[in-house]
């Protein structure tokens, strides 16, 4: 597994396939990473905030608290990811495969999620306030505890906050 120690060196190396390197903690904000191939990286804790991957393959990559606030992902692959705890607040990630990701955990709110495929994917305690998910795709997906306050659904409804008594 080939590491890259800072930005520098990962944009010297001028590569279009990462695969299974180790990215660990790397500061990637703003970069436009489009079209690259990230396929079972190690990302865990990288901050690619504001960056563009539009069409990245991160195809079971470990994204686990990752920060990708405000990244454009869409039409990405992200088959299988690890983004447990992951930050992906007013992410784009319409089109985007996450079928099977694990997304235990994360921040999506006011996330864009418009015909994304979660089919299979594990949104337990994630947070999707505001998010829209219109027309995204959610057979299968585990959705315990997941808050949806205000989430445009599929439908185009709007979830309204719950609150349950307990006696």
């Not at 495929?117 to 219109?134: C, F, K, V, Y």
Request: charged share 20%.
């Amino acid at each position: 597994m080939r590491n890259y120690a800072d930005k520098q060196d990962f944009i010297l190396s001028q590569s279009r396939d990462f695969s299974g390197c180790d990215l660990s903690g790397i500061d990637l904000r703003a970069v436009d990473l489009s079209g690259i191939n990230f396929v079972g990286a190690d990302l865990r804790g990288a901050n690619l905030c504001g960056s563009i991957l539009v069409g990245a393959n991160l195809r079971q990559a470990n994204l686990m608290q990752a920060s990708l606030c405000g990244a454009d992902l869409s039409e990405a692959d992200l088959t299988e990811a690890k983004l447990i705890e992951a930050s992906l607040i007013e992410a784009n990630l319409v089109r985007a495969n996450l079928a099977g990701a694990k997304l235990c955990g994360a921040k999506l709110l006011e996330a864009n999620l418009t015909e994304a495929n979660l089919i299979g994917a594990d949104l337990t305690w994630a947070n999707l306030t505001e998010a829209n998910l219109i027309e995204a795709k959610l057979w299968g997906s585990i959705l315990t505890h997941t808050r949806l306050v205000d989430a445009i659904m599929p439908d185009g409804t709007i979830q309204e906050p719950q609150i349950i008594f307990v006696a």
